[in-house]
């Protein structure tokens, strides 16, 4: 099993920045993508950004695109998520995930994402 784990939320005012970090304990796992998601409740999980790990190829939601940014550090096994300019919509539990297998890695895929993190909540307000 791979371990993700997050860190890096909390509350913030609209138009201020909070920066997410996910820590695998291993970076071989087959796949070649990972990503962020965020719910709240009574809504569905949605995709936010998401890294192909092997070429570090990037995608976004819309509603994200200009605001935050996903990167990686191999060596560190971590990924991060730079969140700008965050509005009172972007409150949710934010979760990191892993991909075990080989396949696309962009918005707005969510299956076959095999290993997720507990969650780590961003509260903004207005």
């Known amino acids: 099993q791979v371990h993700l784990v997050e860190s890096g939320g909390g509350s913030v005012q609209a138009g201020g920045s909070l920066r997410l970090s996910c820590t695998a304990s291993?970076?071989?796992?087959?796949?070649?993508?990972m990503g962020w998601f965020r719910q709240v409740p009574g809504k569905g999980r949605e995709g936010v950004a998401y890294?192909?790990?092997?070429?570090?190829?990037?995608d976004y939601a819309d509603s994200v695109k200009g605001r935050f940014t996903i990167s990686q550090d191999a060596a560190k096994n971590t990924v991060y998520l730079q969140m700008n300019s965050l509005k009172p919509e972007d409150t949710a539990i934010y979760y990191c995930a892993a991909r075990a297998q080989l396949g696309g890695c962009f918005y707005p895929i969510i299956h076959n994402f095999n290993y997720w993190g507990q969650g780590t909540q961003v509260t903004v307000s207005s």
């Open positions: 291993t970076y071989t796992y087959g796949g070649n993508c």
């Open positions: 890294i192909d790990t092997d070429d570090g190829s990037t």
